[in-house]
């Protein structure tokens, strides 16, 4: 397929019309995408995750300015929190990583939802896929990190940075957003604020409590002092990119880099499995008018959602035991 | 059904035995909410949303005493952020709302995702069902609200509160996380700090860009004080009380009661199918072994995802066009 080449050949407009398109969930972007899947694999997906205003978008913006220092090309994918009134992605790619703009090696994108369930983190995967056929050695990917959705997008990576910052209040919410669980990398940015030794003590304890770690990787602690302290800043960034490395390399050497890339093909294969059963039918649905009747059902009392969805469920299906 | 009529009078076993069964997806469960949904749909639902850190489970242990000073009787579901490896609920209810736990008229519950896609959105709907059931005159909700789950959790509410906070960093945050759109009303918390000024400047000017509100009600924007200064704590909490009761009126005199309630409908039959027809498949597919083959055909880029799940659903779906 001609797109296949184009994006195969770092087209960046070819890529960028096909990542909307997967977005808006065009079909002929879906054929695109078929094509285009035996041809990834080779970037290294990092994930960035962390609460509001903790900082993330500065620090990959100072990532990506590390990495093509090091020769490296980069892919950005910055993940708006949810509009789903508005279609998200205010902000947009506009305004953020402009420095980057000129630079052919660095090729970035926005994706918000547009309401539709399970369909952002679909998305992302499809737009970590183009970026990777494109050639790109890093993808990165960038999301506000508490809620099931975050955590799925974030499971497209092969390392999760988790980026907090001292003083958001109350320091055991981290523990509350369980994020503990899928860091590979903590980075305490502003490290230089009050409540920053608390907050590292806190991870600390937190991960002394844990028995084991997959492949021996314990997630490293990482202060970064504020950015404008530039000396500092500049130590903090080399450490964190050789770590994000360290930790690359360690998923290979221990074996684990095959864990990884299954758990991000069973979400992949989930994913997918949602939109191909549930879109038809709800499509059906609201067409024939049912959504509507069935929705008048419950307004009046007359049933429960329950038993309305086990009619639509035997109706659509075929299976032995249903 | 006898666990119906328990609940009906208000009994606290029965009821917590009853959501522990719907959030871990007992079957029997599930009939019970049919012979309970009848029953619904006379409590108030609230729901409290905020970045984490903004103080919103003080608030409403604070409204829940003044709504027991009001002779209401309160549920409270405390929806826990994702933590998909430890199942969550880590604080619970056990830590939090100790205040009130020896008063026959306030029920708590904490709910924590399991995971399960879409999953957490419908056991809260069920949860405040049960405690609509059991004559609850109000049922708040509280999650920490930026993604696409959390606002199908916050969408069971007939009032929506967001809970900001100054000094967060970023106050455009707020717009990013699109919780301008869900807003029924704003209460920015530790209105004494630096930066409160600020952040009730630029919502003033956010609502100002917004051409017409949906039955002319335009969130309020509460200013609540630092909750040790008791005396004007007092007063941001009775007017955010007042507030959140004018807007209910509100919303049965302009006719608008109809439609959150429909809203609701929707969501939770979108829901209830959801389960209803993905479940089923999803099992078999384990079951049978095929998951982990197309996973495999997928590691050994054999095949891509949207292909696989087009086999499966031309397999189990019966349908004219598909």
């Known amino acids: 397929m001609e797109i296949t080449k184009k994006v195969r ?3 960046v407009r070819a890529a960028s019309r096909l990542i909307r398109n997967l977005e808006d969930r065009i079909p002929l972007a ?38 093509r220092k090091r020769n490296k090309t980069v892919g950005v994918l910055l993940v708006d929190p949810t509009s789903p ?36 983190a679909k998305a992302v995967g499809d ?10 050695d890093f993808v990165i990917v960038e999301t506000v990190g508490t809620g099931q959705q975050e955590v799925d997008i974030i499971n497209h990576a092969h390392t999760v940075v988790v980026v907090l910052v001292p003083g958001m209040g109350d320091e055991i919410q981290a523990i509350k957003a369980g994020i503990l669980e ?63 490395d360290q930790h690359y390399q360690n998923l290979i050497e221990k074996g684990l880099l095959g864990d990884r890339i299954r758990r991000k093909a069973v979400l992949e294969l989930n994913e997918a499995l949602l939109s191909a059963i549930l879109d038809p039918i709800l499509t059906k649905l609201v067409e024939s008018g049912e959504m509507k009747e069935m929705t008048d059902k419950l307004l009046k ?6 038993t309305l969805a086990e009619g639509v469920a035997s109706k659509y299906l075929v299976m032995p035991d249903v």
């Not at 903590?186 to 409590?209: H, P, Q, T, W």
Request: glycine share 12%; proline share 4%.
């Open 127 to 136: 737009a970590i896929h183009v970026m990777d056929a494109m050639g790109k």
């Open 85 to 120: 009134f508005t279609g998200g992605a205010i902000l947009g790619d506009r305004i953020r990583m402009q420095r980057h703009a000129t630079d052919p090696g660095v090729f970035v994108r926005s994706l918000a939802t547009r309401g539709a369930l399970g369909g952002l």
């Open 9 to 11: 050949g770092g087209d």
């Open 30 to 67: 879906k054929d695109s995408i078929k094509h285009i899947f035996p041809h990834t694999g080779k970037a290294h997906v990092i994930g960035f995750t962390g609460s509001p205003g903790a900082g993330k978008s500065t620090m990959i913006d100072c990532l990506v300015a590390e990495l």
């Open 182 to 244: 899928i860091a590979d990398i903590f980075v305490i940015n502003k490290a230089d604020r009050e409540g920053a030794g608390k907050l590292y003590r806190e991870l600390v304890y937190m991960l002394s409590m844990v028995d084991k770690f997959p492949g021996g990787w314990k997630p490293p602690i990482i202060r970064a002092e504020n950015i404008f302290a530039m000396d500092s800043f500049q130590r903090s960034l080399d450490e964190m990119t050789n770590t994000i």
């Open 301 to 306: 009392k007359e049933t429960d959602p329950y």
